[in-house]
């Protein structure tokens, strides 16, 4: 059985750091680009930071670029999402993804293969 599971949100203050973490259970993450995604309440769920399979190619949406970090582990078959200066508009439920397609960082929600389950992050001012 396929899984994804996140860990590492929390409720924090703005400017401050938190870091999650994906493990994938059950496949071999270098077989994956992976991703993470987020979903504010009442929108619609939106593209965070993607990273290749090899970890040398690395996106990130406008909104993150500069203060979040992508990487991976795939000794531990394991993704990491470092978020620092955190904002308010950072609350979210934070998903891990993981795609089959490894000729590209370019993901969407709609070509994500396997989810997780959902790391809640709030940001208070």
């Known amino acids: 059985q396929v899984q994804l599971i996140e860990s590492g949100g929390g409720s924090v203050r703005a400017g401050t750091s938190l870091q999650l973490s994906c493990e994938m259970i059950?496949?071999?993450?270098?077989?994956?680009?992976m991703g993470w995604f987020r979903q504010a309440a009442g929108q619609e769920r939106k593209f965070v930071a993607a990273?290749?399979?090899?970890?040398?190619?690395?996106r990130y949406d406008p909104s993150v670029k500069g203060r979040f970090t992508i990487t991976r582990d795939n000794t531990k078959n394991t993704v990491y999402l470092q978020m620092n200066n955190l904002r308010p508009e950072d609350t979210a439920l934070y998903y891990c993804?993981?795609?089959?397609?490894?000729?590209?960082?370019?993901?969407?929600?709609?070509?994500?293969?396997?989810w997780g389950k959902g790391t809640l992050v709030t940001v208070s001012s």
């Open positions: 993804a993981a795609v089959e397609d490894r000729r590209t960082v370019v993901i969407t929600a709609s070509g994500v293969d396997y």
């Open positions: 990273i290749s399979w090899h970890g040398t190619t690395t």
């Open positions: 059950g496949l071999t993450i270098s077989d994956y680009t």
